[in-house]
């Protein structure tokens, strides 16, 4: 632990403003908000496809994530001696693996498979490491934390991936076995609120996209004012979903929460597109 708290103090002698807010943002694009604004341009209005791939492979990963903090449970450097830490809202839960770190490893790869370029693999990869390298300026994780996030991360969605394809060629139903263990973590870690959301989330995502696929097959496209309104009402049906779901459901607790991810999740793969193709058929 003293070589990584080294690093640590090492780093904080850079502090700067500018270099806080730079890294600050860079820590936001590895949050739920950018990673759900990317998944419904996709998935709405680009390729579906891709979407698909990239959003279970993410939404599996960081339902992987916190049950591995849960189980090994080391504390976070906040608080230490010569740390000085920002954007603590945002250090939910235990140390490792990094979870900002491990979402960017995932998302970025999952993507990178699909575009199958050399400058936008390059990019994806300088992503992942400058969300790692936020999360150790910004004092909130160990630098193992970070490691195992980049591995842990990028293993898992080649392992997806080959899933999915395997899944794809017999029985999609196959996919429901890649959540079935994190049914185990949900009931041994219930207070863990970034489990049970992303989990709620995951579950109704995977419900919803194979519902598309046996009774819906969206087609996103458009011209590119059709698709910019379809993301702008559909991003807005979601924000009210999750403001609107917390007020009117009638408890609050792990299963409320679960529920209203659920309800989120299938909103992004089934919901949504639902509404885009009846308001299609009503305008032909």
């Not at 993410?58 to 090994?72: A, G, Q, R």
């Not at 449970?73 to 900002?100: K, N, Q, V, Y």
């Not at 995502?205 to 969206?218: E, H, P, S, T």
Request: charged letters at 10%.
């Amino acid at each position: 632990m003293d070589w990584q708290l080294n690093v640590l103090q090492w780093l904080q002698q850079f502090r700067h403003p500018v270099l806080d807010g730079f890294f600050q943002f860079i820590s936001f694009t590895a949050e739920e908000t950018f990673y759900i604004a990317i998944a419904a341009w996709l998935l709405w209005c680009q390729n579906k496809r891709m979407a698909h791939q990239i959003g279970f492979a993410f939404l599996s990963s960081m339902v992987l994530n916190p049950t591995l903090k849960s189980v090994i449970a080391l504390e976070r450097p906040i608080g230490m001696e010569g740390i000085d830490s920002l954007r603590t809202h945002t250090a939910t839960g235990h140390s490792f693996p990094s979870g900002h770190t491990q979402g960017a490893a995932s998302f970025w790869t999952a993507i990178a498979i699909q575009v199958k370029t050399r400058w936008f693999s390059l990019m994806c990869a300088a992503m992942i490491v400058l969300v790692a390298l936020s999360r150790l300026y910004l004092g909130v994780h160990w630098p193992m934390d970070v490691l195992a996030g980049i591995g842990i991360g990028l293993l898992w969605v080649l392992f997806v991936n080959w899933f999915m394809a395997y899944a794809e060629r017999t029985h999609r139903g196959l996919l429901w076995l890649l959540l079935l263990p994190f049914f185990l973590a949900y009931f041994a870690y219930p207070d863990n609120k970034d489990l049970v959301t992303v989990f709620g989330a995951a579950l109704g995502f995977l419900a919803g996209m194979q519902l598309d696929l046996k009774v819906l097959n969206y087609q996103p496209g458009g011209r590119w004012w059709q698709k910019a309104v379809k993301f702008i009402f559909g991003l807005a049906v979601l924000l009210l979903l999750k403001i609107g779901l917390k007020m009117l459901l009638p408890f609050n607790s792990h299963i409320a929460d679960l529920i209203r991810y659920a309800i989120i999740g299938f909103w992004l793969s089934f919901g949504a597109p639902w509404v885009f193709m009846k308001i299609s058929t009503l305008r032909t």
